[in-house]
C-alpha cells in the first residue's frame, strides 16, 4: 500500500520521481553498487533468458552495466567501459570483464562491466547497446564524481569488435531506435583499449564465428564491409591502445593490423603491441610469456597520455 500524500508530500514525491526519470542525473548519497538496466525507460524483457554456464553468460534479453569503484582516496576521476568477448554468442564475463574491473579500480579507474544483447539480437543490437553504455556513464560522470573527458571504452575478441564499432561509429542512428532521451550526449570514448579484436568479417582473417552471429547466415556483401571496422576509421577516431598474439589460432592478427594501419593515419597517440603466443582469450592470466606483460604497458600509455591523472588535459582528438 502507498501511503496518502498531502500537497506538500505529493510535491516531495514528483521532485523524486523526476530525478529518477530516465536521461535525469539524479543527486545520490551513495555510489551504485548493483546492475544497472541500460534501457531504463523500457519495459524489461520477460522472461529473461539470461543465464550462466561455466563463468559465461548466455541470452542477455534485458543489456546491463555492473559499476566498480575503486577506494576514494585512489579515485582519479577516470572511468572505463568494459565488454567481454565471446564470438557475440556468450560473455566471458569473469576473466575479460570483473576481473579486468578490478584491476582498474587498483588504478583509481571506475569501472563498467556490460553485458549486451548478442545472436538473439543480431545487428545493430550490441552496438546500440554500447552506445548506450557511454552515453549512460557520461550522463552521469558529474554525479558520478567523473571526468566527462576521460572515459574509455575497453573489448576484448568479439567485445573488441563492439568497443571497436563503438570507437569508430559513436555518431551511429538507427530507425530501431529513435527516442532515446540521451541521444544528445556524445558516446564518442576519449580512448579505447582493444585485447586481440575481432576487426574484419570479411576475406581470410574474418572471424566466421562472429560474423554469423552477429549478422546471420548469409549477409549481404554491404553489411559485412559496414561491420569490418578498419574501413569505419575517419578522422576524429580515439587514440587506440591494441594487443594481440602474433599467431593468434582464433582471431588472426592481421585484424589488429589492419586497424591499426587505419589509425595510426589519424591518431598517432595509438600503440599496438604484438606478443609471441598463439593463445586467443590470455587475458590477465599470468604465465603467458611475455603476453602477460601488457598491464604494465598500458598502465604506461595510460599515465604518458594523462587519463590517469586528475586535473590533467589529455591530448586526445576531440569531436
Known amino acids: 500500500m502507498f501511503p496518502i500524500l498531502n500537497g506538500r508530500g505529493y510535491g516531495r514525491l514528483l521532485v523524486l520521481l523526476f530525478l529518477l526519470s530516465p536521461g535525469v542525473a539524479a543527486h545520490v548519497s551513495e555510489l551504485p553498487r548493483k546492475p544497472l538496466y541500460l534501457w531504463s525507460e523500457k519495459a524489461l524483457v520477460t522472461p529473461d533468458r539470461e543465464a550462466i554456464q561455466s563463468e559465461r553468460v548466455y541470452g542477455v534479453d534485458n543489456p546491463s552495466i555492473t559499476p566498480f569503484w575503486p577506494e576514494p582516496n585512489l579515485a582519479n576521476g577516470a572511468a572505463v567501459v568494459i565488454f567481454p568477448g565471446g564470438g557475440y554468442v556468450r560473455l566471458a564475463i569473469e576473466h575479460e570483464g570483473y576481473d579486468i574491473a578490478r584491476w582498474f579500480n587498483q588504478q583509481g579507474v571506475a569501472a563498467f562491466v556490460v553485458k549486451y544483447r548478442m545472436q538473439e539480437y543480431g545487428f545493430p543490437a550490441p552496438l546500440l547497446d554500447g552506445l548506450r ?159 602477460s606483460d601488457w598491464p604494465d604497458a598500458l598502465l604506461s600509455w595510460l599515465h604518458h597520455n594523462g587519463w590517469l591523472d586528475a586535473g590533467a588535459q589529455p591530448s586526445g582528438v576531440k569531436p
Open 133 to 291: 553504455a557511454v552515453r549512460y556513464v557520461r550522463a552521469h560522470a558529474a554525479n558520478w564524481k567523473l571526468d566527462a573527458n576521460r572515459i574509455g571504452v575497453m573489448g576484448f575478441s568479439a567485445g573488441g569488435h563492439l568497443a571497436t564499432s563503438v570507437a569508430t561509429r559513436y555518431d551511429f542512428r538507427s530507425e530501431q531506435l529513435t527516442d532515446d532521451p540521451w541521444q544528445n550526449v556524445s558516446a564518442r570514448p576519449d580512448f579505447a583499449i582493444l585485447g586481440y579484436p575481432v576487426i574484419t568479417l570479411e576475406g581470410p582473417d574474418a572471424h566466421t564465428g562472429s560474423r554469423q552471429a552477429l549478422l546471420g547466415d548469409n549477409p549481404a556483401p554491404e553489411l559485412v564491409r559496414e561491420n569490418s571496422l578498419h574501413y569505419q576509421v575517419k578522422a576524429k577516431v580515439p587514440p587506440m591502445f591494441i594487443i594481440h598474439g602474433a599467431n593468434d589460432k582464433a582471431v588472426p592478427v592481421g585484424n589488429s593490423l589492419a586497424l591499426f594501419t587505419e589509425v595510426q593515419k589519424h591518431n598517432k597517440q595509438s600503440e599496438l603491441h604484438i606478443y609471441q603466443t598463439n593463445v586467443h582469450g590470455f587475458g590477465m592470466r599470468k604465465g603467458e610469456g611475455t603476453a
